[in-house]
């Protein structure tokens, strides 16, 4: 679509509320089609020309071409007023005909309506071409088709406000969604509401939620940002891996020796199978990767400036931006990774099987 017709559209938009204003008799007729407008008027041809010159002088570097007359030649089709009945003899009978189609199309539109199965969606002139636009949504509500996601947020180290949000849409090859919420566009722009729009499909209640820890405390602390409201988090299908793998690890590996599992005593230290805490402790991810896939999670980057922009032009500080993503892409996957033992309720056997075939 080229920016003249665009900014045509706009115009002749605006315009056309415009008229739509001016009429007293509901049987007038009003159209559309790119930059034609066409409608029937019942008052005097003065009061419609100061309308029109009212119109010119607000925007006087627009410039339409104005036809009035009892007949008119719209598009293909011609149109005459015979003895004030308005007259279409070449499309008469197609025009009925679109009127009873959109009548059954109305009818069984409220009928979706009415069972919650429409969706209405406008398009805006602030995201690029309209090709652009199509294939971007297209591609964001694909994503509805997955069903469990990872979720995971990181907060400024200096200002400690809610800074990113981390979405994995767990597939075969899964896709991390990194929302950088210091750095959203307008809330009235078309980008914004996507973003909005894919945060409420991803958080619905059919779908479910990992996280290492409370999802919807996490999130919550996201709630000033408007990309969701409270109670879409409070009908948010969350578990806890945090907590999870706690009870899984606890039913796999028993002490080897007499204490039990939260006695502090420093014959604890000596257990092989399971560190020495607290009762209030709890798993870090860091450690349960550790213990249970004898790898090493990086978190030197959890206390970093997250308000910082994770795209940018400048050398310098390019390196530190691929390693942030790098991080808050695998915090993300080592949650998804650890889902695996407690959703399986994998035995130890099988996790001992599965780590020597790396």
Request: proline share 2%.
């Amino acid at each position: 679509m080229s920016l003249s017709e665009t900014l045509a559209n706009i115009y002749l938009y605006d315009w056309r509320k415009s008229i739509l204003n001016q009429f007293e008799y509901k049987q007038e007729l009003i159209g559309r089609h790119k930059d034609h407008i066409f409608f029937t008027w019942n008052k005097s041809s003065n009061i419609l020309q100061m309308h029109l010159e009212s119109l010119q002088k607000q925007h006087p570097s627009v410039k339409f071409r104005l036809s009035i007359g009892p007949d008119v030649h719209y598009w293909n089709a011609y149109i005459e007023n015979r003895r004030d009945q308005t007259s279409n003899d070449t499309f008469r009978r197609r025009w009925f005909d679109l009127f009873e189609l959109q009548s059954q199309r109305m009818e069984k539109l409220q009928q979706l309506d009415a069972n919650k199965k429409v969706a209405r969606f406008s398009y805006y002139y602030d995201y690029g071409p309209r090709c652009e636009f199509n294939q971007y949504f297209r591609e964001l509500w694909s994503k509805q088709k997955t069903t469990e996601y990872t979720i995971d947020t990181e907060h400024d180290c200096v200002t400690r406000e809610a800074a990113l949000i981390q979405v994995e849409f767990i597939r075969r090859q899964s896709i991390v969604l990194l929302i950088e919420v210091c750095h959203l566009p307008p809330a009235s722009t078309v980008t914004f509401w996507l973003i909005k729009s894919l945060l409420k499909i991803i958080l619905g209640p059919s779908n479910i939620i990992y996280s290492w820890g409370n999802a919807e405390h996490e999130l919550s602390l996201f709630i000033d940002y408007e990309l969701f409201s409270w109670s879409i988090l409070y009908q948010m299908k969350n578990i806890d891996i945090q907590t999870a793998f706690e009870t899984w690890y606890h039913n796999q590996y028993s002490h080897d020796c007499d204490l039990r599992p939260y006695e502090d005593a420093r014959e604890l230290y000596q257990c092989t199978l399971r560190p020495a805490k607290h009762k209030h402790n709890q798993w870090s991810l860091q450690k349960a990767i550790a213990y249970a896939f004898d790898e090493f999670l990086d978190k030197s980057h959890s206390e970093s400036k997250w308000r910082q922009s994770l795209t940018s032009s400048n050398q310098t500080t390019q390196g530190i931006c691929h390693e942030l993503i790098r991080y808050a892409a695998s915090d993300c996957l080592a949650i998804t990774k650890l889902r695996l033992l407690v959703i399986c309720n994998w035995k130890h056997e099988q996790l001992d099987r599965h780590k020597r075939s790396k």
